[in-house]
Every structure is written in C-alpha cells, then in structure tokens.
C-alpha cells in the first residue's frame, strides 16, 4: 500500500538548479529515515543525501555545499534542492525510505520509481 511517488526532474544547464520532491502515501504509522541516491548509466546506485528522525542529515562528498535535504514530516515528504548542477550530476535519482506500517512492529525498505536528472548545455 505504501508509495513513494517522486517528481521534479528534468533537463537543466550546468550551473541550474532543481528540486525534486518525494512525497510518501499509505498507512505509514512513522517513517525513520528518507533520502535520495542516484545512479549513472554503468555505474552503482550511489547514496545522495539523506536525513533522519528528527534532523540529523549526510551528503556525499560530491554534492556537499551545492545540495540540501530537508524533510516535511507532516506531509511525509522528502525534497532534495540540487544548486550549481553539473554535467557529472547527471542520472536517475531514486528517493528511498524505511517505513514502518501500522499494525505492524517492522520496518520495510522503500524505494521510488526513479527521476531522470540531466544537465547539459
């Protein structure tokens, strides 16, 4: 039942900037963490940014000082501002949550569908 629909991608020249959202739907009884990774074409799904229950967040090393992560928690909904994008920025990013349903003490690994981010001139 739970979802996590992403949105925001797109095609931005280097230097742009984006935001993608990820918003959670469901019977969610409390989510611990959400975050965004990114995969390239050939190379390995890589974690983003990610930020935890209440605030705590992490960023990749690439992406520290041009990317913020923030989270509504009413809303349940993740969003990542991506400022001074750059041609190596360019992939599928995936938004990623670990749920926990009600009626139910475990906690499942989530992912969304994916959003194509492409920066080019």
């Known amino acids: 039942q739970v979802q996590l629909v992403e949105s925001g991608g797109g095609l931005v020249q280097p230097g742009g900037s984006l935001r993608l959202s990820c918003a959670a739907s469901?019977?969610?009884?409390?989510?611990?963490?959400m975050g965004w990774y990114r995969q390239a074409p050939g190379q390995q799904r890589e974690l983003v940014a990610i930020?935890?229950?209440?605030?705590?967040?992490n960023y990749a090393d690439s992406v520290k000082g041009r990317f913020t992560i923030s989270r509504d928690n009413a809303k349940n909904t993740v969003l990542l501002q991506m400022n001074s994008l750059k041609p190596e920025d360019t992939a599928v990013y995936y938004c990623?949550?670990?749920?926990?349903?009600?009626?139910?003490?475990?906690?499942?690994?989530?992912w969304g569908q994916g959003t194509q981010v492409t920066v080019s001139s």
């Open positions: 990623n949550a670990q749920i926990a349903l009600y009626g139910s003490p475990l906690w499942y690994n989530h």
């Open positions: 469901g019977s969610i009884r409390s989510i611990n963490f």
């Open positions: 930020i935890t229950t209440p605030d705590s967040t």
